[in-house]
């Protein structure tokens, strides 16, 4: 089957009969590190799997953004979530699946997924534990 | 890099760094010459002449600027590893044109990877800027104008839009699949068409 005009006009047909629904930005941003070190471990498969969350759960109100090297190249893909009353939380070491997790359970529930945050201790950023699931 | 489409966004994100409202992404592939081509052109604010030599030098460059680092450095060695070429090309003020070539069967090369994933990538972090993806395949032909999908809509916003997006990624691969078949009878040119009869007979 090939995808036609007609299926995308569809869409637009629905969508302005949605009208202003996404219009409201009040929610949750997720940012994603996408600067050559971002990208090379792995960035791009994190930003499709939140493209399809955001769609397949009709979270209306998530803005997608990206940034360059904040310069812990180590630790991409790096993703922060940034929470309505401006509140940041930056995930690490990033997969397609720990980003469900987080849609799920901190845009969504709004609880920070500690697992997979990075921590400061002393000023100095501490590398997270490597857990396997 | 694992895939040349990697490349391929981390090139783009300079073109938006640089301002670019348009940016032109096209591939060629020819079997017969064994030859491949990725150039990305855009109207970005350009790279001044002097930092244009030593541009894919990853040390000079990162102290100058922030905008390129070793993003070009490895575009250009896997080129190079592939009996290929490397140019940068660049105006201030008119854009940069980078673009690589491929001996399309060298053991080396990188595999091509997933376009589509890559192409919602790059409209995810565009803005308004238009993407045009152009990918030629011994004769065959896709194009992908984000202008026509926002068009369509009447919105530049419109590739915000996940639903969208999930259109585009499909509509990218169901075309490049198309065009990786030889005997898919709609798109093929007069030229390829008079020759595979030819070859049959």
Same mark, same amino acid.
């Given at each position: ?10 869409? %637009? ?14 929610? &949750? ?9 971002? +990208? ?24 997608? #953004? ?7 190249? %180590?630790?991409? @893909? ?12 930056? &995930? ?9 997790? =987080? ?10 997924? %500690?697992? &997979? ?7 100095? +950023? ?8 | ?38 150039? +990305? ?13 030593? /541009? ?26 592939? *009996? ?26 990188? @595999? ?20 045009? &993806? ?14 026509? /999908?926002? *068009? ?9 839009? @996940?639903? =969208? ?6 509509? =990218? #691969? ?7 078949? @030889? ?19």
């Amino acid at each position: 089957m090939k995808k036609s005009l007609e299926e995308l006009k569809a869409i %637009r047909d629905k969508k302005k009969a949605e009208l202003g629904l996404r219009k409201g930005k009040n929610g &949750y941003k997720v940012v994603v590190g996408m600067a050559t070190c971002g +990208i090379a471990a792995g960035a791009r498969p994190v930003m499709v799997r939140l493209m399809e969350e955001v769609n397949k759960r009709g979270l209306t109100d998530v803005t997608v #953004a990206q940034t360059g090297c904040i310069g812990l190249c %180590r630790l991409e @893909p790096l993703v922060d979530v940034i929470d309505p009353d401006g509140g940041k939380v930056t &995930y690490v070491h990033m997969t397609p699946d720990k980003m469900s997790r =987080v849609i799920e359970e901190h845009v969504i529930g709004g609880t920070p997924v %500690r697992d &997979y945050t990075m921590n400061i201790l002393d000023g100095q +950023i501490i590398d997270p534990v490597v857990r396997e699931d | 890099m694992k895939e040349l489409a990697l490349h391929i966004l981390d090139i783009s994100q300079n073109s938006i760094t640089a301002g670019a409202d348009r940016v032109d992404v096209t591939i060629r592939e020819d079997s017969k010459q064994d030859r491949m081509s990725i150039e +990305i052109r855009d109207n970005g604010s350009g790279i001044p002449a002097e930092m244009l030599e030593n /541009i894919t030098d990853p040390f000079v460059t990162t102290r100058t600027t922030r905008k390129v680092g070793l993003g070009l450095n490895l575009f250009q060695a896997g080129a190079l590893a592939c *009996d290929g070429s490397f140019d940068v090309h660049s105006k201030p003020g008119e854009g940069t044109d980078v673009k690589a070539v491929y001996r399309r069967s060298h053991i080396d090369r990188a @595999p091509l990877g997933n376009m589509p994933d890559t192409i919602v990538t790059m409209l995810m972090s565009f803005g308004h800027a238009r993407l045009v &993806y152009t990918h030629e395949l011994d004769g065959r032909r896709f194009v992908f104008d984000s202008q026509e /999908i926002t *068009d369509t809509f009447d919105d530049p916003d419109a590739l915000t839009d @996940p639903e =969208v997006l999930e259109w585009v990624r499909e509509f =990218v #691969a169901e075309g490049l699949d198309e065009i990786s078949r @030889p005997d898919s009878g709609e798109d093929i040119i007069e030229g390829v068409k008079d020759e595979k009869i030819t070859g049959r007979a």
